[in-house]
């Protein structure tokens, strides 16, 4: 998880959203990390976890990843966790809960659909606080010092993480 945050702050640094992934092979070996991408690349899918899962891929020559295991900061959204579904990752681990976002324990909770081909074992709230401390940190800086009085009370300062 600590490589998966190095990456987020790498994210953060650069502007994007501070997200990182790292996909780790079953001896340890680190496949694939990233950090979003998305304003760099204009890319809407350059999501931290379809990078790691791709690069991951590409060391492997190979679309599926049954054996590896997937450390990501925040909990994955729909087009990630289905990427993760149709790489078949053995398990993944998340920090920050996202319930706005979020499509593995909030949402349309990928996993638990029929229509799922298959289904990680998910743990979720890894470091939870130091990832949604990242998050709200990036947001606010983004905001601006007074974003707080300006917030119409009873809402939420970054939704979804607090």
Same mark, same amino acid.
Request: a positive charge; hydrophobic letters at 45%.
């Given at each position: 998880?600590?490589? &998966? ?5 790498? &994210?953060?640094? @650069? ?5 990182? &992934? ?24 350059? =999501? ?5 899962? %791709?690069? *991951? ?6 679309? %599926? ?20 579904? #149709?790489?078949?990752? %053995?398990?993944?681990? #998340? ?10 324990? =909030?949402g349309p909770r ?6 799922? =081909? =298959? *289904?990680?074992?998910?743990?979720? !709230? ?11 940190? #990036?947001?606010?800086?983004? @905001?601006?010092?007074d974003a707080e ?6 809402? @939420?300062?970054?939704? !979804?993480?607090?």
């Amino acid at each position: 998880m600590a490589r &998966a945050f190095a990456e987020a702050a790498a &994210a953060g640094a @650069r502007g994007e959203v501070p997200v990182g &992934a790292v996909v780790v092979a079953a001896d340890g070996a680190v496949l694939g990390a990233a950090g979003n991408r998305v304003e760099e690349l204009c890319d809407p899918t350059a =999501h931290a976890e379809l990078l790691a899962i %791709r690069a *991951a891929c590409a060391a492997r020559a190979a679309p %599926r990843l049954p054996d590896c295991d997937l450390y990501v900061t925040l909990e994955p959204c729909a087009l990630c966790a289905a990427a993760i579904s #149709f790489a078949r990752l %053995r398990r993944l681990f #998340f920090g920050a809960y996202d319930p706005k976002g979020g499509a593995v324990d =909030h949402g349309p909770r990928l996993f638990t659909q029929p229509t799922c =081909h =298959h *289904a990680p074992e998910v743990v979720g !709230g890894i470091e939870e606080r130091r990832a949604g401390a990242l998050l709200r940190g #990036f947001f606010a800086a983004r @905001r601006g010092p007074d974003a707080e009085a300006r917030r119409v009370p009873g809402t @939420r300062s970054t939704p !979804g993480l607090g």
